[in-house]
């Protein structure tokens, strides 16, 4: 098949995203299909252009096989709305351009959040008289009003009409979660029009961290026990908890170090909390690349995610998670609803209430004091994700959806 892929996100950002496109179409590319990506300059989530990249009204390049297609967009660091928000619409008739200046394809696939994103795919799809495809990696507007982004009720009925009639649309929506097609045809989309793709984990890749370097690096000893959150510090993600968890741990505990990885739009608040709070048992590493967050996962002995404690949160399964889990860490998880089964169902950590600075603390304190524990939940995590959400076997079912949603059952 001929596949374009709309994609506000893509290497080298190192953002779920990025990451789930780029993954998938690799394997799409080396299954023979002949795959082009639409995104934009990398910028994410500063808001300024990665090194080696100008933000030019075109650009090509080829990668692992995928024919990338950047485009100029407005850019912004993620924070604030008005900006963002222009950041996510100047994308729309870039892309729909780009993609009519492409040729003609089989399928177009559009994923979202950003929500304008999916708006793109459905213009192109109707501008080329070509069947698209919506991929939901999380409900929208509904994150958006989850994490106050986004207040006035007017805006938000319009924004849930619109996606609506996107999801309608659309040849087929491919949601990540199985609370997602909950959401949806409890809101009148038929379940036929549904397919389940989750996230998944590169396995090879999750093997080849190298430890010894980040533990140098950082000055770790032998004995000291590493928790990391790798990942965007974003609005959803509430780790305020972080530094409440390691100023209990500070004087009892020694021996137990905090790592943060990654940047976000509330990175500089909760670094300001660390330092309020005279922490020296918490670092902060910024942005790194994809390729650095293996061995910092490596390195790592317990591995923390979390999330805002809203009933919208629920529905989601964080990809950090299972990039854990894939690695073999055992995980110390505050998040309710599907991720919180998926892990209690895998045996791979310990699940506590969100935003709960306390029983964040004692579910790390009872695996930095048991190096068994850790080693029989990491190891039963790995198995789990192997089984259950390997990338490159979602990636082929993925394809043959998108060849049967096309070209109907049976299709070759």
Known sequence: MRILFLSHYFPPEVNAPAIRTFEHCREWVRAGHDVHVVTCVPSHP????????RRRWYDRSLLDGIHVHRVWTYLAANTGVFKRTLNYLSFVPTSVW???RLGKFDVIVATSPQFFNAVAGRLAGALTRTPWVFELRDLWPESAAAVGAVRNSWILRLTEQLELSLYRNALAVVCVTRAFIDNLTGRGIPGSKIEYVPNGIDVEFWKAGDARVVRCLHGLKHDDVLVSYIGTVGMAHGLEVLPAAAASLQRSHPHVRFLVVGDGA?????????????LTNVEFTGLVPHKTVRDYMAATDISLVVLRGSELFKTVLPSKMLEAMGAGKPIVLGVQGEARRILELSGGGIAVAPEDGA???SAIIELAENRALRRKMGNAGRSFAIREFNRSEWARRYADILKERVHGPGAD
């Open 46 to 53: 500063r808001g300024v252009p990665f090194a080696g990249y």
């Open 98 to 100: 780009r993609s009519l």
């Open 266 to 278: 509330e990175l500089s608040s909760v670094r300001a909390h660390a330092e309020a709070m005279r």
């Open 359 to 361: 029983a964040l603390a």
